[in-house]
């Protein structure tokens, strides 16, 4: 009995030891953030991430959201820039606008679907995740959430949008626009994969919002509107 307790002290001062050790290497934040190593500094970018989500994605799937937001609105895909120049001289402007509001229509319903995806990864973060985005640049938390969504997100936007661009005609109002360019003498044909372009745009579009509430939190203290961003990214400032 006695050689079992001696061997559990033994093992719970190893223990112990390797915590501190671990924690010595991030004397920032260990030492100026209470509770157990990097809980509170988690739970501040946590709500950072959520306070990003909410304040920005959530614009973005109202109607509009994209269309008429310059930051983010989907213009036509580079081998269609002609399509919508040529449409325009030749007096079909109206046909151009209206397959490039199509286009934002879809992405403003396919960021409907991005919420739960974008909660799970932030619930997921780990301590190491935390404290590499708590010291990295104006955008790691939004890298940090590009690396762990982008792939589910591409997943769920892509059948949305396929989806919507039927449900509003979308394909056949691009149908015609492609047609009538494919009609005009001396032009080169195309046929671009329209859902993959807009499913991309809207995924550029979200995680470029996310980042503009990002570095408003960092750099702007009056954003950070709870004691818990506040005392968190008081550790980035001093960093």
């Given amino acids: 009995m006695k050689k079992i307790l001696l061997l559990a002290v033994a ?38 991430l959520n306070k990003g989500i909410t304040q920005q994605v959530s614009k973005l799937t109202a109607v509009d959201g994209f269309y008429k937001n310059e930051a983010v609105k989907i213009l036509m895909p580079e081998e269609l820039q002609k399509v919508d120049a040529t449409l325009r001289k030749v007096g079909l402007s109206s046909l151009a606008d209206e397959g490039i509001k199509m286009l934002n229509r879809a992405a403003e319903d396919a960021v409907k679907e991005a919420t739960p995806i974008f ?73 671009p994969d329209l859902t993959d372009y807009t499913t991309n745009q809207a995924l550029s579009g979200v995680f470029k919002m996310i980042a503009v509430e990002e570095k408003e939190i960092r750099n702007n203290i009056s954003a950070r509107t709870t004691p818990l961003l506040k005392s968190v990214f008081a550790l980035q400032d001093g960093k």
């Fill in 11 to 48: 093992f719970s001062l190893t223990s112990c030891a390797q915590v501190q050790q671990t924690l010595n290497q991030f004397p920032q934040i260990s030492s100026q953030v209470p509770g157990v190593g990097g809980v509170d500094i988690a739970s501040g970018l946590r709500e950072a």
């Fill in 119 to 191: 909660v799970s990864a932030v619930k997921n973060m780990s301590f190491t995740d935390a404290k590499n985005i708590l010291l990295g640049n104006d955008s790691a938390a939004t890298t940090y959430l590009q690396g762990t969504t982008t792939t589910a997100l591409y997943s769920k936007f892509n059948p949305v949008i396929k989806s919507s661009f039927e449900k509003v005609g979308a394909d056949a109002v691009w149908t015609k626009i492609i047609n009538k360019y494919n009609t005009i003498p001396l032009v080169k044909k195309v046929n």
